[in-house]
């Protein structure tokens, strides 16, 4: 059997399996090959899993990985640090384990940036994933090895997690889809913390059916809303790119084919939230890393992000802390009214720029820029902040070819009215059966 006979989506999988198109150890072959020559291809697998596949289960035969940030049995993770370790008495940690408990099967840990803290994949001491779009593009982070699995078409999909972006900035890069799920949503028993306050566990996958079926078998109490979901716009464009945020011409022409502006009402009100949001992400973000990671840093043992925010958290009056804490549900409970006013679904820009070069953002790059950097990340923290959840995708291209992606919010606990439009738009751009993987046999990789 050829890579490129499996079906594109976990539907596709389990209808050829049930009409027998295919037979489950055909699929489960095909998919351990794939894993296996993409891991060699684009170096995002930190350990291979060995388990057993499940038969009778409602998603039996479909392949899955992971960010390396879950615990698994008997081992911890190895968060972008190293290789991760033997610990005698870890078990699976609850999100992936119930997975495992409809039929998902796990194939391996992925790559990630240090710590789940950085808007790239750049790693100190592994090997650094490679994006499938193209080798000198540079992949997203935190929950980098998710992205370029799921993109180049190794698993259906893959769990990773998002304080500020991780599952959103790595889903623009690599062209799939990714959503970021509402804060304390999913149970996060099993998973280091990098920011308690702002940590969600997230979904990547190549169509929005598949990231539907991974958010019912993690949360299947999630009650389903009326589908006739309305959408209204905040064409951020219109306020940023004024001062120091680099907003570049080509994604501003993506965009504006898909919004409408705001009245110059809500685009004040809902702009103001983000500036007030945006500031106090980072008060939490940079206090609850210097209270979490100190040790390390003292030992120098932390990367530079993680050194950096810490060394900023410890700096802040602990009152700027409690006063973004303490301002949290005020604000949240504001942009509700006013986003959501007479809408669902609020679609806004997620990129500001094409994706990078790996030399414009990574440490050392020969063309590193802030503002190339700053563009990966500023319009994703906010969200974290209010814990909205919120659906990253693709929906046009740049002059180069390279996919331009939107991000859409709503309420809290409103996913599947977010996966409702992200449908619409996902059948009209690319059909049922989502976005094509970029395989290792249609890639050759020349560094």
Not at 6 to 19: K, M, S, V
Not at 56 to 77: M, N, R, T, W
Not at 356 to 374: H, I, K, Q, T
Request: with cysteine; aromatic share 6%.
């Amino acid at each position: 059997m050829l890579l490129d006979d499996l079906p594109n989506t976990i539907d596709g999988l389990l209808r050829a399996l049930r009409q027998g198109d295919l037979t489950c150890a055909q699929a489960r072959a095909s998919q351990r090959e794939r894993f296996m020559l993409g891991a060699q291809t684009f170096a995002g697998v930190v350990r291979h899993v060995v388990e057993p596949w499940q038969p009778g289960l409602p998603f039996s035969g479909v392949a899955v990985a992971h960010k390396d940030i879950f615990e698994q049995d008997g081992y911890c993770p190895g968060l972008g640090r190293d290789g991760g370790q033997v610990c005698t008495g870890k078990v699976l940690a609850n999100a992936p384990a119930r997975l495992r408990a409809q039929g998902f099967h796990q194939l391996g840990t992925l790559s990630m940036a240090e710590d789940a803290c950085s808007a790239t994949a750049f790693t100190r001491r592994l090997p650094v994933p490679v994006n499938p779009l193209d080798p000198r593009l540079a992949v997203g982070g935190s929950s980098s090895g998710s992205a370029v699995a799921v993109a180049s078409g190794m698993v259906y999909a893959s769990l990773g997690t998002d304080t500020a972006g991780s599952v959103r900035i790595p889903s623009m890069t690599c062209g799939v889809m990714g959503l970021k799920t509402t804060h304390g949503l999913i149970d996060r028993e099993g998973m280091p913390l990098l920011c308690p306050s702002l940590d969600s566990i997230g979904v990547l996958a190549r169509a929005v059916e598949d990231l539907g079926h991974v958010l019912e078998v993690l949360v299947p109490s999630l009650e389903r809303h009326d589908p006739n979901v309305s959408v209204s716009y905040w064409d951020a464009f219109e306020t940023l790119g004024t001062g120091h945020e680099p907003v570049a011409q080509v994604v501003r022409d993506c965009w504006s084919e898909f919004a409408q502006p705001l009245s110059a009402e809500r685009q004040r009100r809902v702009t103001q939230c983000f500036e007030q949001a945006s500031h106090h992400v980072q008060i939490m973000m940079s206090t609850e890393v210097g209270q979490g990671q100190m040790e390390r840093i003292r030992r120098d043992l932390a990367c530079d992000e993680v050194r950096q925010l810490g060394m900023l958290g410890q700096a802040l009056p602990v009152l700027f802390y409690e006063q973004s804490r303490a301002q949290r549900g005020e604000l949240l409970q504001q942009f509700v009214e006013s986003a959501f006013a007479d809408a669902d679904v609020l679609m806004l820009p997620l990129q500001l720029q094409s994706i990078p070069d790996v030399d414009e953002v990574y440490p050392g790059g020969a063309r590193f820029s802030a503002n190339a950097s700053l563009a990966m990340h500023r319009m994703c923290g906010w969200i974290n902040y209010l814990g909205l959840p919120a659906l990253a995708m693709p929906v046009g291209t740049d002059n180069k070819g390279l996919p331009v992606s939107l991000q859409m919010i709503a309420r809290p606990c409103h996913e599947w009215q977010l996966l409702e439009v992200g449908q619409r738009i996902q059948n009209e751009l690319y059909g049922r059966d989502g976005i094509v993987p970029r395989t290792p046999q249609q890639k050759e990789i020349s560094l």
